[in-house]
């Protein structure tokens, strides 16, 4: 395996099942924060004074819960710096934040004043100042007027310069016959992939796994990840974000257009790297992207697991038909759930792509096994015509 460019790299992920820590990450803060702001209130306007011993006691619990909840999101913001690739800059504010929620919930001045409700003490005003602060920091994390300098209106991003990460190259062991561009998940990275498929019995294939930009995601408040584009809300009516995903259905392009001409063209992907891959189909199939750039490479195979159909506005025609594209699924799938995967095959074949194969796994979630990546093997050597393979 070797590395395209000299980019550094950042940590790479040891499996597949490693990315639903960083959703879940991003899920526990943001219920850390509601939690935060839903009992916060209740402190600022106490007004009484005499407290029964129930009242310290729920109060204590939650004073508890509240510090394992901030024990639990730093050790998962570290993985996500770690892991993610998460620029400096974002990583320490968020750090901040957390540092000023953790002064607030433990400091012993904050435990005096909401045992004493005395209004008066400097211990107050200190605690104010510091309850004022979290607002301001939480207000100015979720709000995300501006990360990496990347404006965020509405949800969609206004204007961006994208740069892409790392690229990894899995050469062919044995002779070149075709070349898959392979996508990775969010918050992951080219290289875990590249480890992966450089395993599989497909010597003849040539693998690149490009890395996409970290740049905020409106799902999760903006935060910083990898990702090929962004995701508004998990809603099938949700605004799509087209000029991301042309943006990087251009930079798979831009891959292919470089291979030899005898060489056959793939590309493939897991989860929002998928939606990418069937994104790319969905270009191919009409010649262009959706801003109308011209679509230049031929793709002879598309490969899509445990993803989604991000668009697809109208009917497509022209090699919709004969393009062989396989989706995998698992029923267990609590991150892209398995309807999703089953409407977009349904959205595809109704739209034109005739040559298509919807194949499930019943108790698989968010993850590869090794059964799903058999499949893969068997349906590309079947359909790419591989020499020396079956």
Not at 27 to 33: D, T
Not at 40 to 56: A, D, Q
Not at 77 to 91: A, D, P, R, T, Y
Request: hydrophobic share 35%; aromatic share 8%.
């Amino acid at each position: 395996m070797s590395q395209l460019n000299t980019a550094p790299a950042s940590s790479t992920f040891h499996s597949m099942i490693d990315c639903l820590v960083i959703i879940k990450t991003y899920e526990s803060y943001n219920n850390y924060l509601l939690k935060l702001t839903q009992n916060l209130p209740k402190y600022l306007h106490k007004k009484n004074n005499t407290r029964n011993v129930v009242e310290e006691e729920e109060e204590e619990e939650e004073r508890i819960y509240l510090t394992n909840r901030e024990t639990e999101f730093i050790f998962n913001l570290q993985m996500m710096k770690l892991e993610c690739g998460i620029s400096s800059h974002v990583f320490f504010s968020l750090a901040a934040v957390t540092g000023c929620i953790s002064i607030i919930v433990n400091m012993n001045s904050t435990d005096r004043y909401l045992k004493s409700g005395d209004q008066g003490s400097c211990e107050n005003m200190h605690c104010d100042s510091f309850l004022l602060l979290r607002y301001f920091s939480v207000a100015l994390l979720l709000c995300n007027e501006n990360i990496d300098g990347v404006s965020v209106i509405g949800g969609i991003t206004a204007s961006r310069a994208l740069e892409f990460g790392p690229t990894y190259v899995v050469k062919p062991k044995g002779k070149h016959q075709a070349t898959i561009v392979w996508l990775h998940g969010l918050g992951d990275d080219g290289s875990s992939w590249a480890q992966l498929l450089e395993t599989l019995p497909l010597p003849n294939i040539k693998w690149i796994c490009p890395t996409s930009p970290v740049q905020p995601l409106t799902l999760y408040n903006g935060l910083s990840t990898t990702t090929w584009f962004d995701v508004i809300e998990k809603s099938e009516d949700a605004s799509q974000d087209v000029e991301g995903m042309d943006a990087s259905a251009a930079h798979v392009l831009s891959f292919l257009s470089n291979e030899p001409l005898n060489v056959k063209l793939g590309v493939g992907g897991f989860s929002m790297g998928a939606a990418t891959a069937i994104y790319s189909a969905s270009c191919f199939a009409r010649g262009k992207l959706g801003n109308g750039t011209s679509y230049s490479a031929h793709l002879d195979v598309v490969v899509g697991l445990s993803g989604w159909l991000p668009d697809l506005s109208n009917k497509v025609k022209g090699h919709a038909a004969s393009l062989p594209i396989l989706l995998c699924h698992g029923k267990g799938d609590d991150v892209v759930q398995f309807r999703y995967g089953e409407k977009s095959a349904k959205k595809l074949t109704s739209a034109g792509f005739r040559n298509l194969t919807l194949k499930t796994f019943p108790s698989l979630g968010h993850y590869i096994i090794p059964e799903e990546m058999d499949e893969v093997s068997s349906w590309l050597i079947s359909n790419l015509e591989l020499e020396g393979e079956s």
